[in-house]
């Protein structure tokens, strides 16, 4: 029988090393990418290799800042099938365990989930406007000028479609599930938020990650999916972008802001307690009175 120790161990190893491959995966992609990238212009002559060392660390960082959501989106794919496995062993064992799996999504809940994931980001990013907590994040500054520099359609490759099934797979499918394997669901729910936001490495983005992975982790509690949270986080970037790139310049002023936040705050509201009130369809499976450890 193992000690209480080793257990308790063993449960701190199985949240920290998905971080762990995340950011050795991560760096090892990004720093490659850039030694391609950086061959390729200099070759091409877009940076010009000279003795002025201010003038080179301003040519890189301006290809760097060019590539960042082509990078972004290529670290999220390589990392993509690692997690997605690691989900499934973990999901083949509680299904062992319990004796039945949950059903999937229909078309309607499809919908009302990304309605919710879109209401939920206006609210919640008119929220974090009005407090005017991006004047003291210049970092979120810059983040956001890297983000929604690469055009319309890299911002929908990278931060609608890869972001969010990384982020999903990651934050919910191994961080919040395997909180969840050990405490219970509020525990598990804020503690894999504040994971989430503090991810994103400024202000603006760990209060407004935070409240919407509040809501992320809720959504995959209830509705037994991790198709449900992804869902949430797509409409969620998506309508951000929509916004940034399509939104008249100008347009956007206090009262509209209000207004919008009112409107979907209602929706967000609703569509909430739609979920809360929701129960997962259940089928049976094979239960086996001997299950692998997790790993």
């Known amino acids: 029988m193992e000690s209480a120790l080793k257990k308790t161990l063993k449960e701190v190893w199985r949240l920290v090393y998905p971080v762990l491959i995340y950011f050795v995966a991560a760096f090892v992609v990004q720093y490659g990418s850039m030694l391609v990238l950086t061959r390729l212009a200099i070759k091409s002559g877009d940076i010009i290799v000279s003795s002025d060392i201010t003038a080179m660390n301003e040519q890189l960082a301006q ?29 083949r064992k509680r299904i062992q365990l319990q004796g039945f799996s949950y059903t999937g999504l229909d078309i309607k ?9 879109m209401s939920a980001a206006v609210s919640v990013n008119a929220i974090v406007s009005l407090s005017g907590l991006a004047y003291f994040s210049p970092k979120y500054q810059q983040v956001s000028q890297i983000i929604y520099s690469g055009g319309i359609f890299m911002e929908i490759v990278s931060a609608v479609i890869a972001a969010p099934l990384l982020e999903e797979l990651l934050f919910r499918g191994m961080i919040y599930k395997r909180l969840r394997d050990l405490c219970s669901a509020k525990t598990a729910i804020l503690v ?8 994103h490495g400024n202000l603006v983005q760990f209060v407004y990650a935070f409240i919407i992975g509040i809501m992320l982790a809720f959504v995959y509690e209830k509705m037994k999916t991790i198709w449900a949270p992804v869902i949430f986080h797509i409409g969620a970037n998506l309508i951000s972008v929509l916004i940034t790139e399509l939104m008249p310049e100008g347009f956007i002023n206090g009262f509209v802001m209000l207004a ?3 409107i979907c705050l209602v929706i967000t509201v609703f569509l909430l307690k739609y979920i809360y009130n929701y129960n997962a369809g259940t089928r049976p499976e094979k239960k086996s009175e001997v299950v692998e450890e997790y790993e």
């Open 63 to 91: 290809l760097i800042n060019k590539y960042s959501l082509l990078i972004t989106a290529l670290t999220n794919l390589v990392l993509m099938p690692v997690f997605a496995i690691l989900l499934r062993r973990d999901d």
């Open 109 to 117: 809940n499809v919908c009302l989930i990304a309605v919710l994931g």
């Open 192 to 199: 894999s938020a504040a994971f989430f936001g503090i991810f």
């Open 260 to 262: 919008a936040m009112a």
